[in-house]
């Protein structure tokens, strides 16, 4: 496991919802022709969703839950242009998202609509998401 996660499902104050499995990641991909980054994958085998560094740190999508406003899903029109797969929010609304075919993680504004700040994949955010909120466990 990565040591991020690691040091991140050690930490209080996180509400995670079981973990995925492989299947069910693949059943996700193949049914949304979504094909999600490696890093992401692996966290989702930690948490399929979830808020971590609460109350003010984001909320985290995952792949299981097809009728909740708690799966992963592409843009269109959720304050994310659709070549973004949306992940998550912040705590002020903006959309997380994986820039679809890579491994990069995005934050969209929603006012205005652009990009905010970019990491070049799921751990770099993770990594600052526990350097903004972590002090505040």
Sequence with gaps: ???????????????????????????F???TGITLPSAYKEWLVVSDGGEIFCPD??????VTNENSKLRIRVGNG????????????TSSGDALCLESGAERVVQWTHSPLEEFISWDNFFRYLEQAEEIYGDEQ
Excluded: D, H, W, Y
């Design 78 to 89: 959720i304050e994310a242009p659709e070549t973004m797969i949306v992940i998550g929010r």
């Design 29 to 31: 991909e193949q049914e």
């Design 57 to 62: 740190g984001p909320q985290l999508l995952g």
């Design 1 to 27: 496991m990565n040591e991020i996660i690691k040091r991140i499902t050690a930490a209080s104050k996180m509400r995670f919802r079981p973990g995925a499995n492989f299947e069910q990641i693949s059943t």
